[in-house]
């Protein structure tokens, strides 16, 4: 039977620690919502969505209840929308109209964020690909709650350097459209190689179109709770270590497993994945950076992070794959900078680069992830960001991202605030030397040689 | 069946198990064990109990046990068993 050190240790982890289940993302396939009449596509859509979704909200909060674990955010994900919306949309301004509905839909359930609002060019663009993503500015700009993330390359496909091209631009001007709110429409924005489907995270999450009908993905995080195990072995040797965030990451998987079999079970929609990832938030205690320096580092960013993270990732996972049969999504530590106060300070104080942030992404989870970087930062130098960054997910068979803020009126040593889980960031310097003539040429980059494994 | 684990945590003061098991009893809920200690005067206590046939539902256990908490001036809080069972056996 349990007993009392147990069940304080777990009440702890939730209520000194930071302990949550992060998101509950249900994964909505629109595929059948498709029509040539787009009014048609837009009341599918909403009337899908309102009601497969419209008990989300509440079935969260009474797991949160019953078991006394907070569960953060209720989101939803869908088909990516180029997809949905092709045989309808004749131009961008198509598009925006579909993310509108969205936005409604996810207000009308309850949820703060709704992802899909994407397309799939790894390979090439269609015609209505294009024309989603010409639409990102103005849709990110109209709504609310809509996120937006494009695939740009993979290992199978290579890199789609003409998307890339393209997406440097369309980055550049969400940014113009929402310089109100200090570039906001960036931070839902995010470019991927190597997409999975069922990422239940925003920005970037999707629902593929190898998903079921439905689907109910959930995402936990705890990196408060894996730093407190870690403060008991300070100084010990490796192996201790290791062992300590593996059995960490065993617990806190375990939660998420929990919760998502019982809101799969309460809402009557298969269970899909597990996502075990160390998000961090803006809190005090919820840092992923604050892991690293227990490990033994001063600051993110002095020589031997790059190693310390990928011990961490890889314990998060051989602990994590323990607790649930299925395992997917992004499943890592993610290294966001305005969304954990430790990565802000080791910016700060100068530690931490973007340079080093990219040798980072080498072995963590995600990518460069919300990095605010000054609103002067030319589209084809953030074309380049990006290409770098997918290169690393295509070469190393594994999900990269990027999701930069190049925040307009704003230059190195200011500070941009994004509120809420987004947090705020200070604006980091930018390689100023050029690659126009490098992101310029025309096509695509081949997939690398490893990938030919048939 | 499946059992509910409430937790009462704070400051130790007279009465504390009498208010919380008077409430249970009147609620109809059994209590199948209680293991109780006094941490550097901080009274903290963790009962297993049976709410099958309790005259409430668990949301409003929940409610009245916080209330309950608040007079008495300790932290109450009710579980479902799941979550530590998932935590911490294989």
Redesign the interface.
């Known amino acids: ?4 050190f ?6 702890k982890m939730i209520e000194q620690e930071n302990l949550d289940v992060r998101t509950i993302t249900l994964g909505i396939s629109l595929l059948d919502c498709a029509d040539s009449d787009l009014k048609e596509v837009n009341r599918k859509i909403y009337e899908k969505i309102t009601t497969l979704a419209k008990d989300l909200v509440a079935t969260g909060e009474k797991i949160e ?5 907070p569960i953060v955010n209720k989101r939803i994900s869908v088909t990516p929308i180029a997809i949905v919306g092709s045989a309808a949309c004749k131009c961008p301004e198509d598009y925006v109209t579909i993310a509108e509905t969205l936005d409604k839909a996810a207000k009308e359930v309850g949820v703060n964020f709704i992802g899909g609002y994407s397309a799939l060019v790894s390979k090439g663009m269609t015609t209505y690909d294009e024309y989603l993503i010409r639409s990102i500015p103005m849709a990110l700009a109209k709504t609310e709650r809509v996120c937006s993330s494009i695939n740009l390359g993979s290992t199978k496909t290579g890199l789609n350097m003409d998307a890339v091209r393209l997406m440097g631009e369309i980055v550049k001007e969400t940014a113009e459209c929402t310089k109100e709110n200090d570039s906001l429409g960036c931070a839902k924005l995010v470019v991927f190689c190597n997409a999975p489907d069922d990422n239940p995270f925003m920005a970037g999450a999707f629902h593929g179109v190898t998903e079921a009908d439905a689907i109910i993905n959930v995402g936990v995080s705890g990196p408060g709770v894996v730093k407190t195990a870690l403060e008991k072995v300070r100084g010990e040797s490796f192996e201790v270590l290791c062992e300590t965030i593996k059995k960490t990451a065993f ?1 806190i998987t ?2 998420g ?2 919760v998502a079999q019982e809101a799969s079970k309460a809402m009557g929609i298969p269970f899909g994945i597990i996502d075990l990832s160390l998000a961090p938030t803006p809190a005090v205690g919820d840092s992923v950076a604050d892991i690293l320096k227990e490990i033994g580092l001063e600051h993110p960013g002095a020589p031997g992070t790059t190693a310390a993270l990928a011990l961490l990732n890889d314990q998060v996972k051989k602990g994590g794959v ?1 607790a649930s049969s299925y395992v997917g999504g992004l499943s890592g530590a993610f290294i966001p900078v305005s969304e954990d106060q430790g990565m802000i300070d080791a910016v700060v104080a100068g530690a931490l680069t973007i340079e080093k942030l990219e040798a980072m992404t080498c072995v963590c989870s995600v990518g460069l992830d919300m990095i605010a970087i000054p609103g002067s930062t030319s589209a084809a130098t953030i074309s380049g960001m990006i290409a770098d960054e997918m290169a690393i997910g295509m070469i190393n068979q594994k999900t990269t991202a990027v999701r930069v803020i190049p925040v307009i009126g704003k230059d190195v040593g200011e500070t941009v605030e994004f509120g809420g889980l987004l947090g705020y960031a200070p604006v980091m310097p930018v390689n100023r030397f050029s690659c126009e003539a490098f992101v310029g040429r025309e096509g695509r980059i081949p997939a690398p040689i490893h990938s030919f494994k048939n | 069946m499946k059992k509910t ?1 409430i ?1 009462v945590i704070g400051k130790d003061t007279v009465g504390i198990i009498a208010k919380v098991c008077t409430y249970l009893a009147d609620t109809n809920i059994n209590i199948l ?1 209680i ?1 109780q ?1 006094i941490v550097q005067d901080y009274f ?1 206590m ?1 009962m ?1 109990v049976d709410m099958n046939n309790a005259s409430k539902t ?2 409003e256990v ?1 409610t009245e046990l916080d209330k309950l908490g608040e007079e008495i001036g300790v932290a109450i ?12 056996r ?1």
């Open positions: 039977m349990i007993n009392m147990e069940v304080n240790e777990t009440n209840h019953k078991y006394g674990i617990k375990r939660v497993q929990l323990m | 684990i937790t064990d293991s200690t903290n963790m297993i668990f949301g929940q809080k009710c579980q479902h068993e799941d979550i530590f069972n998932k935590m911490h294989i």
